[in-house]
């Protein structure tokens, strides 16, 4: 028995296979239609206008000039850094110094410190002033 169902009366053809049946349901009379679309305007072909080459490749047209590769990543092409990205590395590492050093004073541990530095300065003031008039009387 064959799985394959065709319909009554007809005898399946070796050499043509059936054609599947299209996914599609029949519009009934309750089913809205497609409104008929008048065609677009007709465009004739253009071929593309080349634009003029300009004389400098690294200009783009608002007049600037495209970065170089030791400009983006800091290197030559040798591996040597450029001295402005030795120097923009220099003044972030001594920004980021700063104010680290300017938010440590501003906690509360960094001001306690800072009381005990200056107590201990006063101090070593204070006993220098002595050993200095012990000196003199001597």
């Known amino acids: 028995m064959s799985t394959h169902e065709s319909p009554p009366g007809r005898v399946p053809d070796p050499d043509k296979p059936e054609e599947p049946v ?38 783009t047209p608002t007049g600037t000039r495209a970065p170089t590769i030791e400009e983006i990543t800091g290197y030559t092409e040798g591996g040597v850094p450029t001295f402005d990205s030795v120097r923009d590395k220099i003044e972030r590492r001594a920004g980021t110094a700063i104010g680290m050093e300017e938010l440590a004073h501003e906690s509360a541990t960094g001001r306690t410190l800072d009381e005990k530095y200056e107590d201990r300065k006063k101090a070593a003031a204070d006993k220098l002033d002595e050993i200095r008039r012990s000196l003199k009387n001597t």
């Open 22 to 59: 299209p996914d599609v349901t029949p519009a009934g009379p309750d089913t809205p239609s497609v409104p008929d679309v008048p065609p677009g305007p007709s465009i004739p072909d253009v071929p593309p206008i080349d634009p003029e080459p300009t004389p400098d490749p690294d200009i």
